[in-house]
């Protein structure tokens, strides 16, 4: 039997797993932040600023009374934790577990990147935060090396990063954007399982979480960003397994590579939408994989904050907009955003509307509704258009319009 799957049903379920189709699928408060965070796996972290940062924007987007001091918490009630998903991540507790197999790699002398840090300056900077409690780079006096060393950072620098990443220290809060640094023992639960998984255990927690927070999943979308051959290897005998178990069921997309998801998938209903957009974090979870982004919505997406400007397309920080009414979802442009916290104002430097919109009006008012909230989140009152790009549209008067509902 051939299982037959729509990419309309295929958006329709993703975004339902990602906490996008309702106002509050996870409740309110610190709760919900737990609770998105552990449908979501991570949240990762990002540095940038231009509008609020990366982990707080995909929490609030889920959540609509989320504060950053909600992810604060968590890491206090130590119910999270930072360290590497795919990239630099806040995760479950629960999850601590899994986080083992890379921090024994780089433990072993298996990682290239830290191969000139010194036993020596691992025990001088472990023993410094044994004594003087958690510490951050900056707490430790020594001079940088000579310009073109590693990333030129101190050599303490390297010690507590390489620490970090065996596990030895952890995050134990957050002095703005500085880590904290201090001893494992000091913050990890005792609860806290702490036996490395085997292989076979590690696959089947990342095919478990890409399931629970996407709804379906690819052996492409479980590996992402996740080195090996062995992990490579086992990834495909465990989906023959779960299908065998009957637990899985392969599903095949017209134009798209073939999809696992449960059995029940097609029985599944969702409510319609109301009119909403949702403005998304260039590194939210539902678009952080570009390759299924364009697959399930047909938007090609890269973000350009790393790219010359002279060689950009759109703008230096552009946020995807997600739309939703009645049966569709679609993803319908990009807005290069700008928050200036001292005058509180939201500058819309460049909206991008690459996807024509059937009913305009309805899209208009969830979209003027959707900026405004996002303003206040930023802690800003007012809400600026500067430039609008419309496809097969006057940009003229889709300039004027979008203004007249900001």
């Keep these: 039997?051939?299982?037959?799957?729509?990419?309309?049903?295929?958006?329709?379920?993703?975004?339902?797993?990602?906490?996008?189709?309702?106002?509050?699928?996870?409740?309110?408060?610190r709760q919900a932040t737990k609770k998105a965070l552990d449908q979501l796996g991570y949240v990762q972290i990002d540095t940038l600023s231009v509008v609020e940062r990366a982990h707080h924007h995909t929490l609030w987007t889920r959540i609509p009374d989320y504060q950053p001091a909600h992810l604060e918490q968590l890491i206090e009630k130590r119910e999270a934790f930072e360290y590497w998903s795919h990239a630099a991540a806040f995760l479950p507790m629960n999850s601590y577990r899994f986080a083992l197999p890379r921090m024994n790699t780089v433990k072993r002398g298996e990682s290239r990147w830290f191969a000139s840090v010194s036993a020596d300056?691992?025990?001088?900077?472990?023993?410094?935060?044994?004594?003087?409690?958690?510490?951050?780079?900056?707490d430790f006096d020594s001079a940088k090396e000579q310009p073109g060393s590693w990333w030129n950072w101190k050599p303490a620098k390297?010690?507590?990063?390489?620490?970090?990443?065996?596990?030895?220290?952890?995050v134990s809060s957050r002095d703005g954007m500085q880590k904290v640094y201090d001893l494992r023992e000091r913050v990890l639960p005792a609860t806290v399982d702490t036996r490395e998984p085997?292989?076979?255990?590690?696959?089947?927690h990342l095919l478990d979480a890409s399931l629970k927070a996407h709804g379906f999943t690819t052996p492409k979308q479980i590996t992402h960003q996740r080195q090996g051959a062995d992990l490579r290897r086992v990834i495909p005998a465990l989906l023959k397994e779960r299908i065998a178990q009957g637990t899985l069921t392969q599903f095949k997309i017209d134009g798209l590579p073939p999809v696992f998801a449960a059995p029940d998938l097609l029985e599944r209903r969702y409510p319609s939408f109301t009119p909403?957009?949702?403005?998304?974090?260039?590194?939210?979870?539902?678009?952080?994989?570009?390759e299924r982004v364009l697959q399930l919505f047909d938007f090609d997406y890269k973000i350009e904050c790393y790219t010359p400007q002279a060689k950009r397309r759109?703008?230096?920080?552009?946020?995807?907009?997600?739309?939703?009414?009645?049966?569709?979802?679609?993803?319908?442009?990009?807005?290069?955003?700008?928050?200036?916290?001292?005058n509180r104002h939201l500058e819309l430097v460049h909206l991008h509307l690459e996807t024509p919109i059937a009913d305009e009006e309805r899209f208009l008012f969830a979209f003027g509704k959707a900026m405004r909230e996002f303003a206040a989140f930023n802690a800003c009152d007012v809400v600026h258009a500067t430039k609008v790009s419309a496809a097969r549209s006057s940009t003229t008067a889709w300039l004027e319009r979008i203004r007249r509902v900001l």
């Design 276 to 290: 909403t957009v949702r403005l998304l974090s260039p590194f939210d979870n539902a678009v952080i994989h570009r």
């Design 314 to 342: 759109f703008g230096y920080f552009c946020l995807p907009l997600l739309y939703l009414d009645g049966e569709s979802a679609m993803i319908v442009g990009r807005v290069d955003c700008k928050a200036n916290r001292v």
């Design 1 to 29: 039997m051939v299982n037959i799957l729509s990419p309309h049903t295929l958006r329709r379920a993703a975004l339902h797993h990602q906490g996008l189709t309702r106002p509050a699928p996870f409740g309110k408060g």
């Design 198 to 204: 085997s292989l076979h255990e590690y696959a089947e």
């Design 121 to 138: 300056a691992e025990q001088q900077v472990l023993e410094r935060i044994r004594i003087d409690g958690p510490l951050r780079a900056r």
């Design 158 to 170: 390297k010690a507590l990063e390489k620490l970090f990443f065996q596990g030895d220290l952890m």
